[in-house]
Nanobody
Framework: QVQLVESGGGLVQAGGSLRLSCAAS????????MGWFRQAPGKEREFVSA????????YYADSVKGRFTISRDNAKNTVYLQMNSLKPEDTAGYYC????????????????????WGQGTQVTVSS
């Protein structure tokens, strides 16, 4: 069982930056692929970024590529999402997710792939 707690959301002006954190409980964080998803009001949740369990392999939605960076510190059981050049359309609740995996190089971009979810943190970007 893994518990995930996101933090770092808030209100920021367009063009600004935020760094989200997702802290995981448990002692086997390095065995989990991690992902970030977001959900805007009235819209379905969508994939944002993913990381393999080692952090060497990462993947991004086209909408955030070049602006967002996912990283992880397995010693701290934490995955991060650095968000730069934020746009009003980035406004959403952001959720991290974890999937226990055997293959360290794999990452996942679909919701059903993940086993555990955090409660989310709100990001609001004003124009």
């Amino acid at each position: 069982q893994v518990q995930l707690v996101e933090s770092g959301g808030g209100l920021v002006q367009a063009g600004g930056s935020l760094r989200l954190s997702c802290a995981a409980s448990g002692r086997t964080f390095s065995s989990y692929a991690m992902g970030w998803f977001r959900q805007a009001p009235g819209k379905e949740r969508e994939f944002v970024s993913a990381s393999s369990s080692s952090g060497r392999n990462t993947y991004y939605a086209d909408s955030v590529k070049g602006r967002f960076t996912i990283s992880r510190d397995n010693a701290k059981n934490t995955v991060y999402l650095q968000m730069n050049s934020l746009k009003p359309e980035d406004t959403a609740g952001y959720y991290c997710a974890a999937k226990w995996i055997f293959a360290s190089g794999s990452y996942y971009d679909t919701e059903p792939s993940y086993d555990y979810w955090g409660q989310g943190t709100q990001v609001t970007v004003s124009s």
